[in-house]
């Protein structure tokens, strides 16, 4: 929000009270906490008049220091918090004559004693950012205005820096310039709108910030102050927490660690997945052509998802099969299961009033209420509709329940619709402020399906591939960008997309091969093929139109059983990356900028690394044309074996079975023996390639079972002209293979 006109002149009506002087501060007993009494104007006679602000610092966890700004204490209002692993560690205090210093881990926040008074964070004793405006004062405030009371913080933003994040979002990459309102809606690809918002940014300086407040949060991103982030939110109260880390993979580390790391999807998910699309007519005889057709063309697919059509037409989600269409649910599952293939079936949390489920969840109340009373409903989506109130214990046990009997069907995993929808004219089962419960509403949804295939399925086998998140969603893997255009645009929209929401926190990322909206061309549907499929997670699906290769023409099914083949082919090393995003948060898709601190690499937008060896540039054009920045050293073409030099962009010309896709130099590279699915013993006749290892070069690499449990490390030096290869684990059955170099290989 803007509170200013300009950079000397306020709104009419708005007011701004600043945290000028500090009248009191203490440190707790037990150190964890510091407080600030802070008055909002310099005079330093009597203290007759208002106002002030209160300030709180703690620290959650280390290199984290967490500021929590109040007015008034009086609201009692019952505001939704994130929920985030507060530690409450020791501050370490120090204190001279002038400054203040407040450390935890490696960062720390120096409190000026002038008037006015500064905030500046250190990471390992370098500024990373401060609050304050341009003439020093902090920019720590109290804003009166004639929409009522906000809060407002600004921080720093220095010469050069970029900020990134805050959710799959498909405005420019670097957010610097940008106004970006926290508040889940349904836009598509081609809006400032975002399903997935998070008010969490990344700046290229090594560090990160949370503002821990689930509603709506507006950010200023260097646009209303153009130095600054500012961040804005209605009440009387501020949380936000400061994160400095060495690196900015780090700064994702204690990110996740702090709101949750993401969790392991099964192997299997990792395959392709194929859909009817949205509002396609179809039945089992159209899902069987369907599969049938895949295998009678050799092209492996792992998952068959069932769209809205699955239910009668407004009766979504009643959870009922169409028995017009399914006559026998149970036997046709139990086919496609026979065939190889896991079940994914689309559903919501409203329900149409014509369900034959709508009266029962009525009667009990478990919808969203009115002020009066009644049951929310609208005619939007689904006649009559109502929505399901997951702050209420009983309402979730009921949706659980739903959710069992689809499994006890067949079903594996669940596609979550909806979620952004969600309206303010509320009333919650346990008093949450309606306001705030909007964005948080996907986060109470999400978990209740994941729980539930958890408990039905074990860990490790809970898939759920969401729409719409907030903060802690990452948890509850996997997350789709959508809904996208059939076109080359809204494919680079879709990129850059799921590279803001994985520098966001969320570790696995999906989206619409071919595009939602429309159909696409059969060379925009080729290409996507490509990139779709080197992506953590692959998906066939669109609105009107259905997705199945072969309608795209021959050349289009030998395109995606190349792809298809190649991605089980890598899923050694995939799925060990998938392990490392699982215990450290870092995103197994990664803007180039989480790999290499190179300036060319900070705007980098249409690549990406796949894992942290792989680079992966998809192609935007018809003619194939293709320009990647390649950053410094010996890259590998995974496919053709060409090696070249990096250290800056390279034009190429690519047909439609290959595109620029290398291997970083000093890789060891598992490459797994089975192309026709994607969880198979990895171990069992796996190759390992050794790419372009330099004089004196380390390496090391794990292979994972299924279950993410090590079976297999294998570490590689060279020294001269021999390359020393020791595996621990699982060694029988491996061989080496080298690229870009003639040694030796010594195997132990």
């Not at 329940?401 to 069907?409: A, D, N, P, Y």
């Not at 050349?555 to 792809?563: G, K, N, P, Q, Y």
């Amino acid at each position: 929000m803007k509170f200013n006109i300009g950079q000397w002149v306020m709104k009419p009506g708005v007011k701004s009270c600043n945290a000028e002087q500090i009248r009191d501060y203490r440190l707790s007993a037990d150190k964890t906490e510091f407080y600030i009494f802070t008055l909002c104007h310099q005079y330093t006679g009597a203290n007759l008049d208002g106002p002030a602000l209160e300030i709180r610092v703690t620290s959650p966890q280390p290199d984290m220091i967490r500021l929590q700004t109040v007015h008034f204490k009086g609201d009692r209002r019952k505001y939704r918090k994130f929920e985030i692993d507060d530690r409450r560690i020791p501050l370490d205090y120090a204190e001279d004559e002038n400054t203040i210093t407040v450390t935890s881990g490696k960062t720390s926040l120096v409190i000026t004693k002038a008037i006015p008074c500064r905030f500046t964070y250190l990471y390992d004793g370098k500024k990373i950012t401060a609050i304050g405006d341009f003439a020093g004062r902090p920019m720590l405030s109290f804003m009166d205005t004639p929409d009522g009371p906000f809060m407002r913080g600004q921080l720093e933003v220095d010469v050069g820096e970029r900020i990134y994040g805050m959710g799959e979002r498909f405005t420019p990459f670097v957010r610097n310039g940008q106004v970006v309102d926290i508040w889940n809606e349904d836009g598509g690809t081609s809006s400032e709108i975002s399903y997935k918002n998070i008010p969490f940014y990344l700046s290229s300086r090594n560090y990160g910030v949370l503002v821990n407040e689930a509603g709506p949060v507006s950010f200023e991103v260097c646009s209303e102050a153009v130095t600054k982030v500012q961040f804005s939110v209605p009440g009387q109260r501020l949380d936000f927490i400061v994160i400095g880390a060495p690196d900015r993979k780090g700064v994702l580390e204690r990110y996740t660690s702090l709101v949750g790391r993401p969790a392991l999807p099964p192997a299997w998910s990792f395959g392709l997945w194929l859909t009817t699309s949205f509002t396609t007519d179809y039945g089992e005889q159209t899902v069987t052509g369907f599969v049938d057709g895949m295998a009678e063309r050799q092209i492996p697919l792992s998952v068959f998802h069932f769209d809205c059509f699955w239910m009668k037409e407004s009766e979504w989600c009643g959870f009922d099969w169409d028995e017009r269409q399914f006559p026998d649910v149970e036997g046709m599952l139990k086919r496609m299961h026979e065939k190889g293939l896991k079940i994914c079936a689309w559903i919501n949390p409203y329900i149409g009033q014509k369900a034959a489920c709508f009266d029962e969840c009525a009667e009990k109340g478990y919808f969203l209420k009115t002020p009066t009373g009644d049951i929310w409903q609208w005619d939007r989506w689904q006649p009559g509709q109502g929505v399901v109130d997951f702050t209420n214990p009983e309402a979730v046990a009921w949706y659980k329940g739903k959710l069992r009997r689809l499994m006890e069907q067949g079903v594996d995993c669940f596609k979550t619709d909806f979620g952004e929808r969600i309206p303010t004219d509320v009333v919650y089962h346990d008093g949450s402020d309606p306001v705030w419960m909007h964005n948080y509403y996907p986060y109470l949804y999400n978990k209740v399906v994941f729980e539930t295939l958890e408990e039905l399925r074990g860990e490790g086998q809970a898939c759920v591939f969401a729409r719409s998140a907030t903060v802690g969603g990452q948890k509850f893997p996997v997350h789709w960008g959508g809904d996208c255009d059939s076109t080359y645009v809204s494919m680079s929209e879709s990129l850059r997309g799921g590279l803001s929401l994985c520098l966001s926190g969320f570790g696995f990322w999906s989206h619409d091969i071919g595009g939602f909206s429309g159909t696409a061309p059969a060379h925009i549907y080729k290409r996507w093929l490509a990139f779709g499929l080197l992506s953590s997670h692959s998906r066939l699906h669109g609105c009107d139109s259905y997705r199945v290769p072969w309608l795209f023409g021959e050349e289009a099914v030998d395109v995606c059983r190349h792809f298809s083949q190649l991605k089980n082919t890598l899923m050694p090393y995939l799925y060990a990356q998938a392990v490392h995003t699982h215990s450290t948060g870092v995103p197994m898709m990664r803007a180039m900028l989480l790999e290499f601190d190179e300036i060319g690499c900070e705007d980098l937008d249409r690549q990406y690394m796949l894992g942290d060896s792989i680079l992966v540039a998809p192609v935007f054009r018809e003619d194939g044309v293709v320009d990647y920045y390649l950053p410094r050293g010996k890259w590998t073409h995974l496919l053709t074996g060409e090696t070249v030099e990096g250290n800056g962009w390279r034009r190429d010309t690519y047909d439609f079975f290959s595109l620029p896709v290398f291997v970083r130099e000093n890789t060891i590279l598992p490459v797994g023996s089975c192309n026709l699915r994607p969880e198979y013993d990895y171990a069992d006749g796996l190759t390992l390639r050794l790419y372009q290892f330099a004089d004196g070069a380390e390496a090391e690499r794990t292979v994972c079972d299924t279950e993410g449990n090590v079976i297999l490390t294998a570490k590689a030096v060279r020294n001269g002209d021999a390359i020393t290869v020791k595996l621990t684990g699982r060694k029988e059955n491996v061989t080496v293979e080298q690229f870009g170099t003639d040694c030796r290989i010594v195997l132990e």
